[in-house]
């Protein structure tokens, strides 16, 4: 797991941490192994399984598979990208908020692939390109151009239920360092249908 600095990504506002500790949350990705007593039990692609404390009222995101079309100038998302030569933006997936939903504006480092970024911010003009959709994207101090290619996975977060969270599905988690150096989260993010979460 990395720290990841500012908290990023949707999920920091629909699931938001108690003052659990002061340390900056970060992120936790693998598969679930099991879910006891608010205690989450989940193995990374690489290293020993990871013990997370969920607080009690604990929730579910579901993220659903949508088209790009549905991304229209307005939407507020963010994406997982690589830095082009040009200053253009390459999405790795995109994840789109909730409409009235904000959280994690700006351009910052990601640690999904080697020198990936994250940009979360407000979609302003939509172009359909030969690379794919290109998207402005605005956020305080600062805008980029996207370009999301044809192949990217692209998902909306949804409510979803602790019935879904089972031994073997992959789940993504904001989590924060407690006083006594473990980790917590108040939230699992899944895919639907079992998918891998792309952030």
């Given at each position: 797991m990395k720290s990841i600095l500012p908290a990023v990504?949707?999920?920091?506002?629909?699931?938001?941490?108690?003052?659990?500790a002061q340390a900056p949350p970060g992120v936790a990705r693998g598969v679930i192994v099991s879910v006891e007593n608010n205690t989450l039990t989940?193995?990374?692609?690489?290293?020993?399984?990871?013990?997370?404390?969920?607080?009690k009222d604990w929730t579910v995101?579901?993220?659903?598979?949508?088209?790009?079309?549905?991304?229209?100038?307005?939407?507020?998302?963010g994406t997982a990208e690589i830095p082009q030569k040009n200053g253009t933006g390459r999405s790795l997936e995109v994840h789109?908020?909730?409409p009235g939903?904000?959280?994690?504006?700006?351009?910052?480092?990601?640690?999904?692939?080697?020198?990936?970024?994250?940009t979360n911010g407000t979609v302003g003009k939509v172009t359909a390109?030969?690379?794919?959709?290109?998207?402005?994207?605005?956020?305080?101090?600062?805008?980029?151009?996207?370009?999301?290619?044809?192949?990217?996975?692209?998902?909306?977060?949804?409510?979803g239920d602790r019935s879904l969270i089972k031994p073997g599905i992959p789940a993504f988690l904001i989590v924060v360092k407690t006083p006594n150096g473990g980790l917590a989260?108040?939230?699992?993010?899944?895919?639907?249908?079992?998918a891998k979460p792309p952030m």
């Open positions: 990504t949707a999920l920091a506002l629909l699931m938001p941490l108690t003052c659990i989940l193995k990374p692609a690489d290293g020993a399984t990871v013990t997370i404390a969920l607080a995101t579901l993220l659903k598979s949508i088209d790009v079309g549905v991304i229209q100038p307005g939407s507020f998302i789109v908020f909730p939903v904000k959280a994690g504006e700006g351009h910052y480092d990601w640690d999904l692939h080697k020198g990936s970024m994250m390109g030969a690379k794919g959709r290109e998207l402005e994207v605005t956020y305080p101090n600062g805008e980029r151009k996207i370009i999301v290619p044809k192949d990217v996975p692209i998902v909306q977060f949804t409510n989260s108040n939230g699992i993010s899944i895919g639907e249908n079992g």
